[in-house]
């Protein structure tokens, strides 16, 4: 991976705090977004309330905001804005036929979120037509994602954290280090090679796409293979997006032993986010917790990972772009978890309670909103064929042979620790 796309990456994630940031500062000093309504039970209430002239003018309202944040981050992160302004409106256009799918009455008493929805529609259009390049360049999934987690933070007040944060470090600890080592083991018994295996297991067992970008930089993996193995952790997280928390129901776990499951299973925060919502507050905080736990330990395993590898049978590894130094840890850490952490420092300790009251509806359709287009995006640059040949077939069995060893190893921890 070239030095330029580590500098994107890393600017990514700052301009996803500075976007963040100006959002909440916005709803503080008063500029509030009027909250769309998607509810409805009848045929009737879908024509008079959700497609009425006031509501629609409140949904291009939103519109108009998010394509100009929007637009601003692909400007700071070096995409083509024109392309963004040509690609967005279908993705808005698209999640907001899966908000409305999701405010049914039906997608209700199955408590089916948007965001289900959203990955469904995008998935079936990219599945069954070819997209244009353009289109496909102008998706900004990481960035819309990170721009909801950021808003996230608005919700999770300090003293949770100080709760559960110990415990989802511990968590994840345990978790990191023992899914690591037998992903790796089970990488080397089918013959993967080196680069993959440290790619897939940095991926199941830390933050999938995040953590497998961080080891594909300190081992300048193939770009193709980063692109596999993120198509792996994209494709995977679905079934354990929808299926887990209808498990934990099931066995009647609490929603604190499900938060640290999911948070500690799924490889992608947004896949992370959107389960936890479907089990309730207390597990999307612990669950989002969790994983931040977790996306905390992955500067520290890309210097490892850099320390293995440059100091092993690798010597293509061994120049100065490479080599492990402090600056690698800082390189590799997730910012936007500090625009989160910001955020919930902000409303802990500084916003009054009245102020809260008044923005958090605001913040929170924002937040949702910036989620469900976040996974209309992964549907539509998600293709299921590219895990079908025979080339895959190993590593894709590695990585689902390690997923399945993380879902149990990470239910045995946190029923021992929640």
Known sequence: MSTSSAKLTLHEDWTVVILGSLIIILAIAGFLLPVP??????????SEKVLSSANLLKMLMQFVF?????????????????????????????????LVMAGSK????????AVIFSLLIGLVISNFFKLPEWLKSSLSTELFVKIGLVLLGTSVIFTDILKAGSLGLIQALAVVTSVWYFAFWVCKKLKVDDEMSMMISSAVSICGVSAAIATAGAIKGDPKKLSYVISMVLITAIPMMIFMPVIAHYFKFSQEVTGAWLGGSIDTTGAVVASGTLVGEIALKIS???????????????????VYWTYTKHPASKDKDTKPSLGVIWERFPKFVLGFIGASLLFSFVVSPATNVLVKDSLKNLQGLWFALAFTSIGLETNFKDLFNENSKKPLYAFLIAQTFNIFITLGIALILF
Not at 74 to 91: E, R, T
Not at 106 to 113: I, T, V, Y
């Open 37 to 46: 309504v998607f509810g409805w039970k009848t045929t009737a209430e879908l």
């Open 66 to 98: 998010v394509l100009v944040i929007g637009g601003v981050g692909a400007l700071m992160i070096g995409k083509s804005v024109k392309n963004y302004a040509l690609g967005f409106p279908l993705v808005y256009l698209l999640t907001m036929i899966a």
């Open 106 to 113: 039906q997608a209700k008493s199955l408590n089916l979120e």
């Open 288 to 306: 989002t917790i969790v994983k931040f736990s977790q996306n905390v330990l992955l500067g520290l395993a890309a210097f490892a990972i850099s």
